[in-house]
């Protein structure tokens, strides 16, 4: 029985936290609302962070609902920020 977050992953020399980045990334680029846009992903005790810039409040929910899916994600720290211009900016 798995007793912590590295139990969760197997041991192919890469920690749990580093694999939650490629993880999360990956996730991250599934969603047309992120795709595109320059994102941050850091893990830090199995815990997401992210930073960068978004278009809408509705991309930065979906970023962190898709972080949030992620199988061994403890917690999500939602540090995107909203573009004045939106959209049409990029």
């Not at 992953?9 to 680029?29: H, M, N, R, T, Y």
């Not at 815990?47 to 509705?58: A, K, P, Q």
Request: glycine share 8%; charged share 25%.
């Amino acid at each position: 029985m798995p007793d912590g977050p590295d139990d969760d992953f197997p041991d192919d020399g890469q920690d749990a936290d580093e694999q939650l980045v490629d993880l999360a990334a990956q996730a991250l680029q599934g969603d047309r609302r992120v795709y595109g846009r320059f994102l941050h992903v850091m893990v830090q005790n199995s815990v997401v962070i992210l930073v960068g810039e978004v278009g809408s409040l509705e991309a930065k929910a979906a970023a962190a609902s898709r972080a949030w899916a992620v199988p061994g994600v403890y917690d999500v720290c939602n540090r995107l920020t909203v573009s004045a211009a939106g959209d049409d900016a990029w």
